[in-house]
């Protein structure tokens, strides 16, 4: 699972994937909309009785927000249901000792079952802002697995090690926060070309990358007729298919 904002939780369960199911969590950076869900999640799988491990891979900080989920805000509510469990006769450790974290920038993880995990660094602000990679620091992925590839782009612009991830991949998730039409101010303007790329932006990464298709997520609300045309308006820029992301989605990756 790649990031784990808000609702997670819930949402897996729409799915109908239970949360000790899940095996491996890419945290791609620490904005609270891609994390807000993460200490649910963990803790949802331990008290539903996983032991580990879960491997959880993301870029330097990670450790330090995960501890201070299990080990401050719900370490009360850990110590209550280990001692419960003792009380029943039960052993129950905390779920820090069912995680394995891994702080990494740019490096390619065997998960095993043939599923190869490539990270590598992408640019989310960290340039303009001149914030340092322990002040910030966020990762984009690419997933192989049966000779497909999966590139997810995190919140990013071009640059740094996206064109490397996203090369020839059968799919391309890319954040497009805005359409061509909404550049119209400076905000906007620096937000699309150093924090958070716009529509033609992901096109055109997806296109300089060969990628097979490219599926547009963290959309700016728009209308449904809005989100049509700004695929649309894409083609101009990139050759392959342009999917609108929206929850519950699947993707068939052939």
Request: charged share 25%; with cysteine.
């Amino acid at each position: 699972m790649v990031d784990a904002g808000r609702g997670v939780a819930s949402q897996l369960a729409k799915a109908g994937v239970r949360m000790p199911e899940v095996d491996v969590i890419v945290v791609t950076h620490h904005h609270f909309d891609h994390i807000g869900g993460l200490g649910d999640l963990i803790m949802s799988a331990w008290n539903i009785g996983r032991s580990g491990p879960i491997r959880v891979v993301g870029p330097p900080g990670t450790r330090e927000v995960i501890s201070a989920l299990l080990e401050g805000v719900y370490w009360r509510d850990v110590n209550y249901r280990i001692v419960e469990e003792r009380a029943q006769g039960h052993s129950m450790e905390p779920p820090m000792e069912m995680l394995e974290i891994d702080e990494l920038l740019s490096a390619t993880v065997d998960l095993g079952r043939g599923v190869e995990l490539t990270v590598g660094e992408v640019e989310h602000g960290s340039a303009a802002l001149n914030l340092s990679v322990e002040e910030w620091a966020t990762i984009g992925c690419r997933i192989e697995f049966g000779g497909r590839s999966i590139a997810i782009s995190g919140d990013a612009v071009a640059g740094k090690q996206l064109h490397e991830l996203a090369k020839d991949a059968d799919l391309l998730v890319m954040c497009a926060y805005v359409a061509a039409s909404e550049i119209d101010n400076e905000g906007t303007r620096f937000l699309t070309e150093h924090v958070l790329a716009g529509a033609p932006q992901a096109a055109q990464v997806a296109q300089d990358a060969s990628v097979a298709r490219l599926a547009l997520t963290h959309i700016r609300e728009k209308t449904d007729s809005d989100v049509q045309r700004m695929c649309a308006e894409l083609a101009d820029i990139f050759d392959g298919e342009v999917i609108a992301g929206v929850d519950m989605m699947i993707i068939e990756v052939p």
